[in-house]
């Protein structure tokens, strides 16, 4: 939706996995765009995906430029976003591979940042040096000497991003390329070539070409942007109540402030507390303050040290707009939680519902949030708006 109305635009081109590829295809075809689906093979970060990308558009449009966006980014004004990407593309034109760099807000210590340097043709600036992560004491530092935050979307024609690959990671260049030329193509969908995939370096775009190419330039953008990379990332996203709270689910806060609450399974309460995340899912649940988002990563590698994994979650089937993923199996039960897409249509076997929020329509009975239902027999259901429900299938 962000670039399909940009002058010129062509064709969206999205890369992802397989089991990613029919929510991406329904979405396009709601909104009626040209579409390439690029199918990796397997994940092996984000240098071979956009080089694959590359090597794709090349063959269509030799001299066609790229916009590399993240597709789970936060970015509030589109229109502004247009004006930047413009200035991009203009720039790209002439031979540069072309950030977004965002006008920092606050000294946020979960971005990179990029230090400009002098003024280029087109309204774009020189990259003097790209900084990792600081602390706090130097994103304040940044900020004050006119740094920008590293966006990670990128402006570049094809064939400049595959020549500085070339030059630092033939790898990733020759792979990509061969794994396209060798690919096999399905209607919108572009299934890689799973061996020449396979020989590609696993390393990201920054990695790879950035902080190694002489073409680096920033785009200053004045967008309100995250990459939401953290929990307190969305929490400053998210729409808030005049209390500071952002609430999603089956939730009720009592006396809270500046609360970041979200559920997908259980119903949570929360009484007198402030500056806190609370996530609650099937299977986990965090709570922490706020300020300590950023230190989530350390207790994933704490379980993961002990031998626990919370990055590997429970297999979920994904079909006609429902999402299905299995809670737990304890004697005669089976739970599973069903997340609908607004428009969705399935069919509930014999079994025990909660509607956790979201509205349902049956034959001749509607089921609000909060709803508990036990259903005698099969039953058509169809989601009035995206819908989250726990299915109790007894056997």
């Not at 609430?247 to 402030?257: M, N, T, V």
């Not at 349902?360 to 009975?365: H, I, M, N, R």
Request: proline share 4%.
């Amino acid at each position: 939706m962000r670039v399909m109305d940009l002058p010129g635009a062509d064709e969206i081109v999205v890369v992802t996995g397989k089991a990613m590829a029919e929510l991406v295809e329904r979405q396009a075809l709601e909104l009626g765009v040209k579409l390439t689906v690029i199918i990796e093979p397997e994940a092996r970060d984000s240098a071979p995906a956009i080089a694959a990308a590359a090597a794709y558009v090349r063959s269509i449009a030799p001299e066609g430029v790229m916009l590399m966006l993240a597709a789970d980014h936060h970015i509030a004004e589109p229109e502004m976003f247009r004006d930047a990407a413009l200035v991009a593309v203009d720039a790209a034109q002439t031979g540069l591979i072309v950030t977004f760099g965002v006008k920092p807000t606050s000294p946020a210590t979960g971005f990179g940042y990029i230090k400009p340097g002098e003024l280029l043709p087109g309204g774009v600036k020189s990259v003097a040096a790209f900084v990792e992560k600081p602390d706090l004491a130097k994103a304040k530092a940044y900020i004050d000497d006119g740094y920008y935050w590293n966006s990670g979307n990128f402006a570049f024609t094809a064939k400049t991003l595959l020549d500085e690959l070339a030059s630092f990671e033939p790898a990733i260049r020759d792979g990509a390329v061969v794994s396209v030329d060798k690919g096999r193509r399905e209607g919108v969908r572009l299934f890689l070539d799973r061996e020449a995939f396979g020989t590609t370096t696993k390393k990201s775009l920054d990695y790879a070409v950035m902080e190694r190419t002489t073409r680096a330039a920033v785009a200053p953008a004045a967008f309100t942007w995250s990459d939401l990379g953290a929990w307190d990332a969305i929490w400053e996203a998210s729409i808030r109540d005049g209390a500071g709270n952002a609430a999603s689910g089956d939730i009720h806060l009592i006396d809270a402030r500046n609360v970041l609450a979200r559920s997908t399974g259980p119903f949570v309460g929360a009484i007198g507390v402030e500056d806190l995340l609370i996530v609650a899912e099937p299977d986990a649940v965090l709570i922490c303050r706020r300020d300590d988002a950023q230190a989530v990563k350390t207790l994933v590698d704490v379980l993961k040290a002990s031998g626990r994994d919370i990055a590997m979650r429970h297999a979920i089937a994904f079909s006609g707009g429902v999402e299905r993923q299995p809670v737990t199996s304890v004697g005669g039960a089976v739970v599973q939680l069903w997340r609908m897409e607004a428009g969705a249509v399935a069919d509930l076997p014999a079994c025990s519902i909660q509607v956790l929020d979201g509205e349902l329509a049956g034959a001749s009975e509607v089921y609000a949030a909060g709803s508990r239902e036990d259903i005698r027999s099969p039953l058509l259901i169809k989601a009035a708006v995206a819908t989250t429900v726990l299915v109790t299938i007894w056997r």
